[in-house]
Nanobody, 124 residues
Framework: QVQLVESGGGLVQPGGSLELSCVASGTFLAVNNMGWYRQAPGKERESVAVIIGDDLIKYADSVKGRFTISKDDAKNSVYLQMHSLEPDDTAVYYC??????????????????WGQGIQVNVSS
């Protein structure tokens, strides 16, 4: 079964840094359009940073200049470096990506998957 697995969350003081990692595991052909989303208590899930295709990167305005998204295609992974963290960054962070699997008869199935989520707490 294909899944996205996040790691790296935790508790950090305001102004601190964390790095989140997400790796695709299982049997698949490729992973594309990977990104990070977050959901704070009582709020809707929002996009934080995404890599579309090979190199089109989009950031939420609230994290520009503080967060950096990157990927390693060889490891089927996406990362989120977070600096100058603020209490408003506290949320469950989710990895998302389009995972392509073999559908037989030379067909490819694109599965949009979410990770299980990982908690990031920014507090003194």
């Amino acid at each position: 079964q294909v899944q996205l697995v996040e790691s790296g969350g935790g508790l950090v003081q305001p102004g601190g840094s964390l790095e989140l990692s997400c790796v695709a595991s299982g049997t698949f052909l490729a992973v594309n359009n990977m990104g990070w989303y977050r959901q704070a208590p009582g709020k809707e899930r929002e996009s934080v940073a995404v890599i579309i295709g090979d190199d089109l990167i989009k950031y939420a305005d609230s994290v520009k200049g503080r967060f950096t998204i990157s990927k390693d295609d060889a490891k089927n992974s996406v990362y989120l470096q977070m600096h100058s963290l603020e209490p408003d960054d506290t949320a469950v962070y989710y990895c998302n990506g389009d995972v392509m699997t073999d559908a037989g008869d030379d067909a490819v199935r694109i599965n949009n998957l979410w990770g299980q989520g990982i908690q990031v707490n920014v507090s003194s």
